[in-house]
């Protein structure tokens, strides 16, 4: 995607200090419910694809239910859009909410469905998981579709691949390199529930999100994703 770079020119233009252009030429906003573990990984994954905070910036905003994450970043995507009129910035080409559905789990259902159904929130993309962001890191280690009753149980289980893992620990560069496993296992799970009518329970979209940043990065630094 190409963007029209506009600069402003007199004394205050240096005021405001410099553009902010992400060099890869793709800039996301990430708004995650989670205070420390979805930003640790995120902005770990973004450290392996050598971008910047430019190019993925990942904020996590007071409040955690869909709709409060999905109103910010509405916000946030229009501030942006004002600054990228002035030329100090380029409008974000991808805009991610995350978030999870662990109980009680009708009620967050039902606010996540409100939330993508939000008339000013088209475009915007969102990285569900069920019942929590732990699965997606559970699944780095191995394939499962068997249900949790909630994250705690998810978490035991992720320990078996990651015994250190706590919530206030970004992965090692070890751990991200199974990320195409990761990709795939995550895949295989959202089939399964397409095929035999599953209730979703578990399964995570942050697969989709880690393409893009995939694709976003140099070629040498991609993975290869099937």
């Given amino acids: 995607m190409s963007h029209k770079r ?24 990430i708004v995650t419910e989670g205070e420390k573990t979805e930003p640790n990984y995120l902005k770990a994954l973004r450290d392996r694809f050598q971008l910047n905070a430019a190019e993925v910036e990942v904020l996590h905003p007071e409040g955690t239910d869909p709709i409060t994450l999905t109103k910010k970043a509405i916000e946030l995507r229009k501030a942006r859009r004002k600054s990228a009129k002035k030329g100090f910035a380029i409008s974000y ?37 069920d019942p929590c962001f732990e699965f997606w890191l559970l699944l780095h280690g191995e394939y499962t579709t068997s249900s949790f009753p909630d994250c705690d149980a998810v978490t035991k289980r992720l320990e078996k691949h990651w015994p250190a893992y706590s919530k206030g620990h970004p992965p090692s560069l070890l751990f991200l390199e199974k990320l195409p496993v990761a990709v795939t296992n995550s895949q295989r799970c959202r089939e399964h529930h397409a095929t035999s009518g599953g209730d979703g329970n578990p399964s995570t979209k942050v697969d989709i999100l880690a393409r893009s940043l995939n ?7 991609q993975f290869q994703l099937v």
């Fill in 6 to 29: 506009t600069f402003a020119r007199g004394p205050s233009a240096y005021r405001r200090g410099k553009p902010r252009f992400p060099s890869s030429g793709k800039a996301f906003l």
């Fill in 93 to 129: 080409d991808e805009v991610w909410v995350v978030f999870d559905l662990e109980k009680p789990h009708d009620e967050r259902r039902k606010l996540a469905v409100q939330a993508m159904r939000m008339k000013e929130a088209t475009g915007i993309r969102f990285a569900v998981s």
């Fill in 215 to 221: 694709a976003a990065t140099r070629s040498h630094l």
